[in-house]
């Protein structure tokens, strides 16, 4: 007869297999990575650029990256769409603060041909003012958009509070679009597409012959490698709050400066991020969401660029309730840091975060995507067997010393808008 | 190809097992014959609320999620106008851990005051999160209650309003329970390296001993066919003036719903669009343009949307807007373009079929239309769809009288 209160046997995870993609080099430091035994007929190209917002305006990186194929002396935009719907091709470009990051997903068998056309538009682009105007229009109606949600709004306040004084800092305001010119976009597009690419990550099953072809290609694009200045943070923490009078809710951003994965305590600060809101059984949402109802949810992260971190919690709540979250958000920080960790809970998140891994490594697209995490770093994949032993082996003292070293209240940052 | 095996319990459980040798991961998932248009009028969002409850603890199971992460695994589900899914991610060695808890939630829940208070105001802060307090956030619930004068689907899964949530009631969400969920009105799909036998026995280890009950009858008011064009205009807060054409289409089981939904693909594709191309580059009328379908069992609705350019008028763009619907119905699509699409679909479908997910959540879908390998015969259907099916379709797709049209206009000085 079943005992449905017994939870079954657990088996827990010892080791996984981690993969590393072939390598070719472009040129000297701009390398090429492959994985290539996929078992079915996808096949998935990432071409990155220096070309992040930082690296000038927020404005130019992503204008430029909206233009890339906007048509050349010969083709126009239309055109080049077409012939890239003509062999089933999907496009995507995605802008962040340090890449820009061009995404080509096709059938393997047109791949390379989905490869040729985009080469073509983004080597002969001339940046039509036509095309210009119309993105430019159709952006200022999405940032009107943008600008009336309460998280957007938090959002941008506290990346401008974190990064204060750097081109970190910067966000595109209504105003950008009435002073860019088409001439920028060339020259930025010049120096930063043209001579920016530095790195591929290539997916699919198709011959050696193929990836040549397509690495003999990229060496049209290359320039140096990826290395984005090192900024100084002022570190000051900032409390703000920015009244919405017609929002029904109000957006809660608390964060500060941190480290990314080179840092000896990332591991563990990961840990203790993941107890305090890093998943659905999480302190904040337990506390937050399941015991007061505040929240549709709330979370808190860790996002990482080639020199620092940063820490996030994010949420938004009910308006009558915003002192009382910011209360119980302390509240649990200063549980972490004064009361140990239940072994049950430690347990049960250490299990939940290897189960994770070995999803993050299951198939050739998730490893590719785990193998880039580490490479950004200059790191190799041996981060993921530390990462296992850390996980297996941490304490609740070492929790709590996380909590304390890193997460002093004051340290951080608040901004609300509702 | 996606191979797969069925079989049935004797309380009525229908079961898809598909092998996948590769991953070192299971996928659970359960799809339950229940969504927003099984609810009453008066006691809208209900299934939703309801797949919040779900998470609460079970009859001998105090905490669903806890066992689960302990188990390495993770899970999270959907209410939709149609059905409500479940799913759990996790381990493939662990797979009797999802397969005790979702058994005991199919047997019964905690049903704890605590429970439902806590889930009654997560579920408001999402509707003011997701529909009040967003820009545009509430045009669907507008389009409902447009586009359907009697069906269900006049309401959508977050509720009519905040005050049905407010007053849900132990007895009702019980009753909900009692009625939906059981064996024989879900579909459970494993997904993993595995036999069947060994599913077969574990499945049937957690499963078998639920009780059997009789699967209700579903008998939904018929929504009645338009008689004339309907328009709304309603004024918002909002930065640009928006508009929502919506056609009424036929049912997921219709070989028209295949007609619909690559026409949608055709009309809506980006950059290239006829309607892109006249209405965004040529005249300027708009910023931005869409189609799609709503692609749900009842007959759905077929959508055109956008935003106005400032300082043009939903006149001039009703023009465009019937011009473009016209070209449709009288010029065939070339051969060329309809290849495109086709081939386009093909590589968005080996996409789809790459996650584990998305297949155990499609097969469990096509079994609830009916035969779970209509995911390996969709292909086909779009495959040989000929441009003048389409322009017969359309013909009767675009008839003014089927169609309603919701405008959001901008407030002053907003």
Same mark, same amino acid.
């Given at each position: 007869m079943l005992n449905r209160q017994v939870a079954p046997k657990l088996t827990p995870i010892k080791s996984i297999d981690f993969s590393v993609p072939e390598m070719v080099e472009i040129h000297a #430091?701009?390398? &090429? =990575?492959?994985?290539?035994?996929?078992?079915?007929?996808?096949?998935?190209?990432? &071409?990155?650029?220096?070309?992040?917002?930082?690296?000038?305006?927020? !404005?130019?990186?992503?204008?430029?990256?909206?233009l890339l194929i906007s048509g050349t002396k010969t083709k126009s935009a239309i055109q080049i769409h077409h012939a890239l719907d003509a062999v089933g091709a999907y496009y995507d470009v995605s802008v962040s603060q340090e890449q820009a990051v061009v995404t080509l997903y096709a059938l393997n068998s047109y791949l390379k041909q989905a490869f040729d056309i985009f080469h073509e538009a983004l080597t002969a682009a001339i940046f039509p003012e036509k095309e210009v105007q119309e993105i430019c229009n159709e952006r200022q109606e999405k940032l009107k958009v943008q600008l009336q949600k309460v998280n957007v709004l938090a959002q941008r306040k506290i990346q401008q509070v974190l990064f204060e004084e750097t081109p970190y800092s910067q966000v595109i305001s209504q105003r950008d679009y009435a002073t860019v010119k088409r001439t920028d976009l060339i020259e930025f597009h010049q120096k930063h597409y043209l001579k920016g690419l530095s790195k591929v990550f290539l997916v699919g099953d198709f011959s050696k012959d193929v990836m040549l072809d397509i690495k003999t290609a990229c060496a049209d694009f290359v320039g140096k490698a990826f290395q984005p200045e090192n900024c100084t943070f002022s570190g000051k923490a900032h409390i703000e709050h920015q009244e919405k009078s017609d929002a029904l809710q109000t957006a809660i951003r608390i964060g500060k400066?941190?480290?990314? %994965?080179?840092?000896?305590?990332?591991?563990?600060?990961?840990?203790?991020?993941?107890?305090?809101?890093?998943?659905?059984?999480s302190r904040l949402m337990s506390n937050i969401r399941e015991d007061k109802g505040y929240t549709y949810g709330i979370g808190s992260y860790m996002m990482e660029n080639t020199h620092f971190g940063y820490f996030m919690i994010a949420t938004e709540v009910a308006k009558e309730v915003r002192e009382a979250t910011i209360q119980e958000v302390k509240n649990e920080l200063e549980r972490l840091q004064t009361e140990l960790v239940p072994a049950e809970e430690l347990e049960l998140v250490k299990s939940y975060l290897l189960g994770q891994l070995l999803k993050a490594a299951d198939g050739p697209y998730a490893m590719l995507d785990l193998f880039s995490g580490v490479e950004l770093h200059g790191m190799d994949i041996s981060f993921y067997n530390k990462y296992i032993q850390k996980v297996q082996e941490i304490t609740a003292e070492e929790i709590r010393e996380m909590a304390c070293k890193h997460l002093d209240w004051k340290s951080l940052s608040i901004i609300s808008v509702g | 190809m996606i191979h797969f095996e069925r079989f049935k319990l004797d309380n009525g459980l229908t079961v898809l097992f598909h092998k996948e040798a590769s991953t070192p991961m299971a996928v659970v998932n359960l799809l339950y014959d229940v969504g927003?248009?099984?609810?009453?009028?008066? %006691?809208?969002g209900f299934a939703h609320l309801f797949e919040h409850l779900m998470f609460g603890g079970s009859v001998n199971i105090p905490?669903? $999620?806890?066992? &689960?992460?302990?188990?390495?695994?993770?899970?999270?589900?959907?209410?939709?106008?149609?059905?409500?899914?479940?799913? $759990?991610?996790?381990?493939?060695?662990?797979?009797?851990t999802a397969l005790w808890l979702e058994s005991d939630r199919m047997l019964s829940l905690a049903f704890t005051d605590k429970s439902l208070e806590v889930q009654r105001n997560v579920v408001i802060e999402e509707f003011k999160q997701r529909y009040l307090n967003q820009p545009y956030g509430d045009v669907w619930m507008e389009i409902r209650q447009l586009a359907y004068t009697k069906h269900p689907y006049k309401w959508a899964t977050i509720g009519k309003e905040i005050k049905h949530i407010e007053d849900a009631k132990m007895s009702d969400v019980k009753a909900f329970f009692k009625k939906h969920y059981h064996p024989s009105n879900c579909i459970l799909c494993v997904i993993g390296?595995?036999?069947?036998? =060994?599913?077969?026995?574990?499945? $049937?280890?957690?499963? #078998?001993?639920?009780?059997?009950?009789?699967?209700?009858?579903r008998i939904l008011p018929l929504e009645p066919a338009q008689d004339r064009f309907k328009s709304k205009t309603i004024v918002r807060n909002v930065p640009a003036d928006a508009f929502y054409y919506a056609f009424k289409m036929p049912e997921r089981k219709n070989p028209g719903y295949y007609l619909a939904d690559l026409l949608s693909d055709i009309m809506g594709r980006e950059k290239v669009s006829k309607m892109?191309?006249? &209405?965004?580059? %040529?005249? %300027?009328?708009?910023?931005?343009?869409?189609?799609?379908?709503?692609?749900? !069992? $009842?007959?759905?609705?077929?959508?055109?949307t956008g935003k106005l350019n400032e300082g043009k008028s939903f006149a001039d763009l009703d023009k465009e807007i019937w011009k473009i619907i016209a070209h449709y119905t009288v010029t065939l699509i070339s051969k060329k373009e309809l290849e495109q699409i086709k081939i386009k679909l093909r590589t968005a479908r080996a996409f789809q079929d790459q996650g584990l997910l998305n297949r155990a959540m499609n097969l469990s879908f096509f079994e609830l239309l009916g035969d779970a390998n209509g995911i390996n015969e969709e292909q086909e259907i779009y495959q040989s769809i000929h441009a003048e099916d389409l322009r017969i379709f359309a013909k009767q797709l675009f008839i003014k009288k089927n169609g309603v049209l919701l405008k959001v206009k901008k407030k002053k000085n907003a």
């Open positions: #430091g701009i390398p &090429l =990575y492959w994985k290539n035994n996929i078992a079915n007929e996808t096949a998935k190209m990432e &071409l990155h650029f220096n070309a992040g917002t930082t690296i000038e305006t927020p !404005i130019l990186a992503s204008l430029t990256a909206g400066i941190m480290f990314n %994965k080179t840092h000896p305590d990332f591991i563990s600060f990961s840990v203790m991020n993941t107890i305090l809101g890093d998943y659905f059984g | 927003a248009r099984d609810e009453s009028e008066e %006691k809208t905490d669903f $999620d806890g066992p &689960l992460q302990a188990a390495g695994g993770e899970s999270n589900a959907f209410t939709s106008n149609d059905i409500t899914n479940y799913y $759990d991610v996790l381990p493939a060695h662990n797979l009797d390296n595995f036999e069947l036998d =060994y599913v077969k026995e574990r499945v $049937d280890h957690f499963f #078998g001993s639920i009780p059997k009950a009789k699967k209700s009858a892109y191309v006249d &209405l965004v580059k %040529k005249q %300027k009328l708009v910023s931005e343009i869409n189609a799609y379908i709503t692609g749900s !069992i $009842d007959e759905g609705l077929f959508m055109i």
